[in-house]
């Protein structure tokens, strides 16, 4: 996250009562039941302090040209963040642009943080920050509204739409069908009274932590506690981050935890990547499958098949590119930690599962491929063969007559 937010910025403990009113120069007035409900003022003796990330990315186009976007916003780019010193190349291939987004302000005074990351591979990710202060019981509570609440997705919509009018020239393929978008919320805690260690978190709160990933109000069985807390990691005694699919929760300095955020927004960016082209391939191999159960296997259709082929032969071409692009945007070689965490993230949001399903469709699209320039080569060859012999009949006609052709 780029933006910080102040300690006195904080959640309520009680839902308010009256009806208020959140304003932004760049969205208008966002009516307050339009978000999940914020509470009040911290009480000094909050057991736990952190804040609540929500994350909402968007497929918008094939790709982004980042130089233009920055550019057009006067943004800045951002390079990978690491929990301890690394060398300059462990970074991502193309940085993405960052832009603050402006805050949302409650009459109350509190005021929503967030900023916009655009990716070159044709991702937009909005981040909101909301601090928190509380005890464990107030966290699980706001965890089991919110993973469940899609009130965030239509403000971050609103926004995208916006800031996507001023960097269209940047935009290339833009997609005019409903993006597909992704969610995470990220539960980051900075301070627990009495700075216990990571291992004392788990063994007295990770029953609540379990709650937290999962966005459940009812306590969870053993097994299913167990369950979540294997996807866990630390790098120092005093840091913890466990990873579900659709939520997270980091016990973390605040420049700590920007490597598990970082890597939580890659991740779901690459999901949401992957997402994309199993639809796409989906959808070019229904009409690879409709054109050869509309006669693909008769005589002259078969000479049609080579338009088929090469079309799809373009689209095998361009995802595999893309994907590569997705799969390559940022590279850990010399930093082990960091390629565990985004391996656990991407794990648990499920990129290796859309990854395979991708991979899958592009060997059936080149099986199909090759079955598809095979006809036409047979079909060329029986044309040929019968030009052949039509010639071979006219001069055995002309022979027998005896006249010279």
């Known amino acids: 996250m780029g933006v910080e937010v102040s300690g006195d910025d904080v959640l309520a403990d009680e839902v308010m009562d009256r009806d208020v009113t959140i304003t932004a120069p760049a969205v208008g007035k966002v009516p307050a039941e339009a978000l999940p409900t914020l509470v009040a003022a911290k009480p000094s003796d909050a057991p736990l302090c952190g804040s609540v990330l929500v994350l909402i990315q968007f497929d918008v186009s094939e790709e982004i040209r980042l130089d233009r976007v920055s550019q057009i916003l006067g943004a800045r780019t951002v390079d990978a963040s690491f929990k301890h010193l690394a060398p300059g190349y462990v970074r991502y291939q193309r940085p993405p642009v960052e832009e603050a987004l402006d805050p949302l302000v409650l009459e109350s005074g509190e005021r929503l943080q967030g900023d916009i990351k655009y990716f070159d591979y044709g991702v937009v990710s909005v981040i909101f920050e909301l601090p928190f202060s509380g005890d464990w ?160 296997r008769g005589l002259w259709s078969r000479w049609r098949t080579a338009g088929a082929a090469s079309k799809l032969h373009t689209v095998l071409l361009d995802v595999g590119e893309l994907t590569e692009r997705a799969d390559n945007a940022i590279k850990f070689l010399s930093d082990m930690f960091s390629a565990r965490l985004y391996k656990l993230a991407a794990l648990k949001v499920g990129v290796p599962d859309y990854k395979d399903l991708v991979q899958e469709k592009l060997r059936t699209a080149e099986e199909l491929y090759r079955f598809m320039v095979d006809e036409f080569n047979q079909s060329r060859a029986f044309v040929l063969e019968l030009l052949v012999v039509i010639i071979l009949i006219i001069e055995l006609i002309y022979f027998f007559r005896g006249k010279p052709i």
């Open 137 to 296: 019981d107030k966290l699980v509570q706001l965890s089991s509204k919110w993973v469940w609440d899609t009130n965030f997705e239509s403000l971050a919509t609103r926004i995208v739409k916006q800031k996507l009018e001023r960097v269209a020239p940047a935009l290339v393929k833009p997609y005019t069908k409903e993006w597909l978008k992704e969610d995470y919320f990220i539960f980051h805690l900075r301070e627990i009274a009495g700075s216990p260690s990571a291992a004392d978190v788990l063994t007295s709160h990770g029953a609540f932590i379990s709650q937290v990933v999962r966005g459940e109000a009812q306590p969870l069985s053993d097994g299913e506690r167990q369950e979540i807390l294997q996807s866990r990691i630390s790098y120092y005694p005093h840091d913890l981050a466990v990873i579900g699919w659709n939520a997270a929760f980091i016990y973390d300095t605040a420049a700590g935890a920007e490597t598990a955020i970082q890597l939580l927004q890659y991740a779901n960016s690459q999901l949401l990547e992957f997402r994309h082209y199993d639809d796409l391939m989906t959808t070019e191999l229904e009409k690879v499958y409709d054109f050869l159960d509309r006669g693909g």
